[in-house]
């Protein structure tokens, strides 16, 4: 049984849960129709937000296995998540994991989680992301990986999220229509299920 693997990026600030996880139920139901009878395997960091969001609705499909790539050692990693209650998360999805992957020690936090991001790309045979669809303020946001997926003609299937900054209550993006899905290069069922 060919296994499909499925790479995971996004926002880790999100806003309107309920319309993004519509977005997201969306894209499970194309995925599963797009490429019948696989099974998956879902890579990702596990990162707060649409990392965690995306791997724990993809471990939800019958044999599907995780693997997390770390782009910084453990311990260092567990520092960027906002609070123990997040810690708890990464820790019981982490367990979870069929592989973990150590990523070589990058010179910053940006090259890490860029380097995170290729990683997933290159061993993935489809992105799934929650994404406002705006450049990153930096080089390891999510769009450089979108940018990555998109020059391989990768099949893409995008969640619209507004970010959020978590200084700010208001969403970044706010003309994003949140939870619609834009897919991008996937198999034909995909097509007829374009928002």
């Not at 707060?48 to 044999?63: H, S, T």
């Not at 989680?113 to 930096?138: F, H, M, N, Q, T």
């Not at 991008?184 to 374009?194: D, G, I, L, T, V």
Request: proline letters at 8%; glycine letters at 6%; hydrophobic letters at 45%.
């Amino acid at each position: 049984m060919p296994i499909i693997a499925v790479g995971v990026t996004g926002h880790r600030h999100l806003t309107e849960i309920g319309k993004i996880m519509m977005g997201v139920e969306g894209v499970l139901k194309c995925l599963l129709e797009a490429f019948p009878g696989s099974e998956y395997r879902v890579v990702s960091s596990l990162a707060e937000g649409a990392d965690r969001i995306l791997a724990d609705k993809l471990l939800q499909i019958p044999k599907t296995t995780l693997w997390v790539p770390l782009p910084l050692p453990r311990e260092d990693y567990l520092s960027d998540f906002r609070n123990s209650r997040s810690k708890e998360e990464f820790i019981h999805l982490l367990r979870r994991a069929e592989r973990v992957i150590e990523l070589p020690v990058k010179i910053n936090r940006d090259e890490a989680y860029l380097a995170a991001g290729r990683y997933i790309i290159e061993i993935c045979d489809v992105l799934l992301a929650i994404w406002d669809g705006k450049p990153s303020r930096d080089k390891a946001g999510t769009s450089p990986i979108v940018a990555l997926a998109r020059e391989r003609s990768m099949p893409l299937a995008w969640i619209h999220a507004r970010n959020h900054r978590p200084a700010h209550a208001f969403p970044v993006a706010p003309e994003a229509v949140q939870g619609g899905i834009t897919y991008e290069n996937f198999p034909p069922p995909a097509r007829s299920m374009m928002t």
